[in-house]
């Protein structure tokens, strides 16, 4: 954890990890108000991952813009913008206004908010800290991003049981105040950005896939990314879903669900965090996760009891944060500069499009089948499709 040794990388991931704590928080509350509401595995998957589905589609577009902003400026901006949005999802369930299409509608609009600063999250780490620490920020910051991904929920889940969803809403907004206030004083470094500018905008976002799809290395952490996003993080990221349909809509299965996947996911990012892991070491441990998350995800599907699920979950968070911050790390330590923040969005349109389609397909078949069954059918054919990628040497 050399980074922390810098003060200002110290004060901007202890208060940006509190944002981010906020954004999963909400996904989960505004996941669990639309199961309370419609009691529709379709529409609780739909509005749970609407957060998600706007960087899987539009972040390759916005990481062209990105690449020659201000780092400074557009995240202040942009955290802003989420941190209105929140207030205003609070504000509405504070006079119960909320209806299926006003969470969908406000998570979507977040979750364009989330696809701009993407790029932004991606590419501010390197002009805050200097080279030497480089490899140790990235860890911490990938950890921190995928630690909250799980851990956020936790908190929800917990403050939905003890308090309410309003004061789930309340103090997801308020995690955002910090790192907008801090932002206006963290030192930045010049930035060297592209001085190709008479380059079309289509032509900017074909380089970038282009640079990744001729890497072997980072093409092959890419179709992982698929493969663990589809299949295994889209039932992790609809626990909203899985707990209103099988532990009864019981708010103390969700609490107990999310914060077991929680401490999984938190373990997976203080091993991999803590910077001891190195690039031959980490491809190690790639495959033994999908297994386990595949093996965690039929187990659930197969025996849906709340002990049963606990364990499962916590399993499902470690796998999935270890792949996740794994790939990100080593992908972000194998681009140039110039391509980082169009690379690293094909990164992230490839995992968050592909859970967020996942989820979706999920909830979308329990309309018809029994969710179970929907689960397990697709972690067997993920499993299956697996082996067909395992012929990859990681």
């Known amino acids: 954890m050399l980074a922390f040794s810098y003060k200002p990388f110290l004060l901007y991931f202890t208060t940006n990890s509190l944002s981010l704590l ?34 899987g589609i539009l972040g390759p577009f916005f990481a062209v813009w990105a690449e020659n902003w201000n780092m400074r400026h557009a995240s202040i901006i942009l955290k802003f913008a ?16 909320h209806t299926v299409l006003s969470l969908a509608f406000l998570s979507v609009v977040y979750g364009v908010l989330s696809a701009l600063y993407h790029p932004v999250r991606l590419v501010f780490v390197s002009v805050l800290i200097k080279k030497s620490l480089l490899s140790s920020a990235i860890g911490l910051s990938a ?27 309340l103090i997801s907004a308020l995690f955002y105040l910090p790192v907008i206030l801090i932002l206006f004083f963290l030192p930045l470094r010049d930035r060297k950005l592209s001085k190709k500018i008479e380059k079309s905008f289509f032509k900017k976002l074909i380089e970038g896939l282009r640079f990744a799809l001729n890497n072997s290395f980072i093409l092959k952490n890419l179709s992982l990314v698929f493969v663990n996003a589809f299949f295994i993080r889209g039932v ?15 708010s103390t299965g969700l609490s107990i669900i999310t914060t077991s996947a929680g401490i999984g996911a938190l373990i997976g990012a203080i091993i991999l965090g803590s910077g001891k892991y190195l690039k031959e070491n980490l491809i190690n441990y790639f495959k033994p996760m999908l297994v386990i998350g595949f093996l965690n995800c039929i187990i659930i599907s197969l025996f849906p009891n709340l002990i049963i699920l606990t364990i499962s979950f916590l399993l499902i968070g470690f796998s999935t944060t270890l792949i996740g911050i794994g790939t990100q790390t080593l992908i972000q330590l194998n681009v140039e500069e110039t391509y980082r923040a169009r690379v690293l969005t094909w990164w992230s349109t490839i995992s968050f499009g592909s859970l967020s389609l996942g989820g979706i397909f999920i909830g979308l078949c329990g309309e018809y089948i029994p969710l179970t069954i929907a689960m397990l059918m697709i972690s067997i054919i993920g499993f299956l499709l697996s082996l067909y990628f395992s012929k990859f040497s990681f």
């Open 82 to 97: 989420m941190f209105l949005i929140s207030i205003f999802i609070y504000i509405l369930q504070v006079f119960e206004l």
């Open 143 to 169: 950890a921190s991003f995928n630690g909250s991904r799980v851990l956020g929920p936790a908190i929800a889940g917990f403050l939905i049981y003890y308090y309410d969803l309003g004061t789930a809403f």
């Open 236 to 250: 992790l990221e609809i626990q909203p879903t899985i707990a209103g349909d099988l532990l009864s809509g019981s």
């Open 22 to 55: 906020g954004l999963w928080m909400q996904k989960v509350g505004v996941g669990w108000l639309t199961w309370q509401i419609t009691e529709s595995t379709f529409w609780t998957s739909f509005v749970t991952l609407a957060l998600m589905v706007p960087a």
